[in-house]
């Protein structure tokens, strides 16, 4: 069974900044893209950032670019989201999800184009 686990989240202060790990587990991963959506209360999911499954090709939010990154390491079968200069427009719950489609050329920066998620973290940033 595919699992994904997402420690890292929590209570920062505008401008800190915090790492999000999602460790996959049940099958290796290094043939996918990867994703990280979040979702406010009474806000949509949004993506937030995408890694492709070889690492050469990324995509951001524009709301986030310039301030987070996303990165993957196939041997530990984890991928990270780098968060800096955190506002307080970054709170909510993030999740990871993994791409449905194996070796897509490039990122998908939509929801239903992954097909396994994980139970999301909750990041809140005080302003």
């Known amino acids: 069974q595919v699992q994904l686990v997402e420690p890292g989240g929590g209570l920062v202060q505008a401008g800190g900044s915090l790492r999000l790990s999602c460790a996959a587990s049940?099958?290796?991963?290094?043939?996918?893209?990867m994703g990280w959506f979040r979702q406010a209360p009474g806000k949509e999911r949004e993506f937030v950032a995408g890694i492709s499954w070889d690492g050469t090709s990324t995509a951001y939010a524009d709301s986030v670019k310039g301030r987070f990154t996303i990165s993957r390491d196939n041997s530990k079968n984890t991928f990270y989201l780098q968060m800096n200069s955190l506002k307080s427009e970054d709170t909510a719950v993030y999740y990871c999800a993994i791409d449905r489609k194996r070796q897509r050329i490039g990122v998908s920066l939509v929801w239903y184009e992954y097909s396994n998620w994980g139970q999301g973290t909750q990041v809140t940033v005080s302003s």
């Open positions: 049940g099958r290796t991963f290094s043939s996918y893209a």
